[in-house]
RNA sequence: CGCGGGGUAGAGCAGCCAGGCAGCUCGCCAGGCUCAUAACCUGGAGGUCGUCGGUUCAAAUCCGACCCCCGCAA
C-alpha cells in the first residue's frame, strides 16, 4: 500500500481525499488541515471540511498553526509517508516538509499550467472569458506553483460556466487523474516535464473589492465576473438611498436589448425589469439582494423599491 | 458575548422613534371598457402584525424572553 498524508482545507478538497481513502492501494496515515478558525455569524469555531471527513474516516488530523516547526516536521517524518498530496491546504509549503515524503509532494492544480499559478486559478479562467482550462497534477517544489508536471487534463468552459459546475468538471476529471497519477508515477511510469516558464501566467488572490461592480466596464466582463466571482466575493454594487449606503448583491442577470442609453451605473425601470447602464449597453438584474433581505426577483424588489429607478449604483 | 439589518394579506414594502379604525404597490377573484395591451375603470376576497409574556383604558408600535431569515466581519 502506498502510504499518503493528505494536506488540504476546503470543500474543494474532500472528494480528492475521499477517493484516496477508498481506494485499497493508498492508505491516508494522517490529514494535515488549516486550524480551525471562528467563522459564520456567531464566531463558533467550526472544523474545516477535510477536516470533518477525515474524522469519520477515524484518521489522525495536524492542524498546526506553522509548518515551520521542529516538532511538526518530527510527526510528519514519523509517518513514513510515500506521498503528501496537497489540494489547496492553504499554506505554502516550507523546503524541509517537501523533502519528507519518499516519493515527493504531488500538488493538484486547477488549471493547465503554466498558465494561471497562483491563488484561485478556476475563478480566472471563468472571468477571463477562456474556452478551457484543466488541472495538473504536479509536483511542488520552492516556489509558486512552479514544480514539474506529472499529469494534466483539459476541461472545456461552457458560455454559462460558474464555479459550482467548473469544480464539478475539475473534480470529475481531476480525482480519477490524481489517483492514476499517483499509482503510475510511483511504478516509475511517469517522468515529470519541467514547466515552460516563459509560457506562465499568475493569477492574484480575489479580495472583497473584486466582487464590486465597475458599471464602466462591458456587459461582458461583468456578466463574466458574476459567474466567476461565485460564491465569494460575489458581484455586488451600492446604492445611496437617501444618504445610507445599501449594498445590493447581484446574484442573476443578463444583457439586455432595450437600451436605455444612460451613464454607466444608473439605473433605469421599465415593465416591472431593472436595467443598468454600463460602458457598451444596458444589463438587466434578474434577481438580487439588498443587505439584510433574502434574494428577490427584480419585479419584487422594484414593488417596495420603486424609488430605484435613476440612481446611480457604484 | 464580534458588528448590523429584517419577520406586517400570495409577493415586495410603509407604518414603530412620538401607543388610538391595518396601509401602499403588485398579484388573485368578479364585472366593465377597448381594434388592441404587462393598458384603463368599478367592486371583492385575503391578516393570530414571527412566538410567548409584561405595561396600558388601548400595543404592529413601549418593555422582557425566545424562534426564524439575512448582510458584514473572520
Not at 524541509?96 to 504531488?106: F, H, I, S, Y
Not at 479562467?125 to 508536471?149: F, N, S, W
Not at 463574466?224 to 458581484?235: E, K, S, V
Request: with cysteine; charged share 20%.
Amino acid at each position: 500500500m502506498i502510504r499518503i498524508a493528505f494536506f488540504g482545507t476546503p470543500e474543494f478538497s474532500v472528494p480528492f481525499l475521499t477517493a484516496l481513502v477508498d481506494d485499497p492501494a493508498f492508505e491516508v496515515v494522517a490529514v494535515v488541515s488549516q486550524p480551525d478558525r471562528p467563522q459564520g455569524r456567531n464566531h463558533e469555531i467550526v472544523p474545516t471540511p477535510v477536516k470533518s471527513v477525515a474524522l469519520d474516516h477515524q484518521i489522525p488530523v495536524l492542524q498546526p498553526t506553522t509548518l515551520r516547526d521542529e516538532s511538526v516536521l518530527a510527526t510528519l517524518l514519523a509517518l513514513n509517508a510515500d506521498y503528501f498530496v496537497v489540494v489547496a491546504y492553504g499554506k505554502i509549503i516550507p523546503q524541509a516538509v517537501l523533502d519528507v515524503p519518499r516519493l515527493g509532494c504531488v500538488n493538484v492544480h486547477p488549471s493547465l499550467l503554466p498558465k494561471y499559478r497562483g491563488p484561485s486559478p478556476m475563478n480566472w479562467a471563468i472571468a477571463e472569458g477562456d474556452a478551457k482550462t484543466g488541472v495538473t497534477i504536479m509536483l511542488l517544489d520552492a516556489g509558486m506553483d512552479t514544480g514539474p508536471i506529472l499529469s494534466q487534463t483539459s476541461i472545456g468552459l461552457d458560455s454559462d460556466e460558474t464555479m459550482d459546475t467548473l469544480m464539478a468538471k475539475a473534480h470529475e476529471q481531476g480525482v480519477p487523474l490524481l489517483i492514476d497519477t499517483l499509482k503510475r508515477f510511483a511504478t516509475g511510469e511517469i517522468v515529470p516535464v519541467a514547466q515552460n516558464d516563459e509560457a506562465a501566467t499568475m493569477t492574484k488572490l480575489l479580495d472583497r473589492e473584486d466582487g464590486r461592480i465597475d458599471w464602466t466596464l462591458p456587459m461582458e466582463v461583468i456578466e463574466r465576473r458574476l459567474r466567476a466571482y461565485q460564491p465569494w466575493p460575489g458581484l455586488w454594487t451600492v446604492w445611496m438611498r437617501n444618504g445610507v449606503e445599501t449594498r445590493i448583491k447581484i446574484h442573476s442577470l443578463q444583457p439586455s436589448d432595450f437600451r436605455a442609453d444612460l451613464p454607466p451605473g444608473t439605473v433605469s425601470t421599465k415593465n416591472s425589469r431593472l436595467h443598468v447602464d454600463c460602458s457598451d449597453g444596458t444589463i438587466e438584474i434578474l434577481e438580487l439582494q439588498p443587505e439584510g433581505k433574502p434574494r428577490m426577483s427584480a419585479e419584487a424588489f422594484l414593488l417596495g423599491y420603486s424609488d430605484v429607478n435613476g440612481a446611480m449604483l457604484g
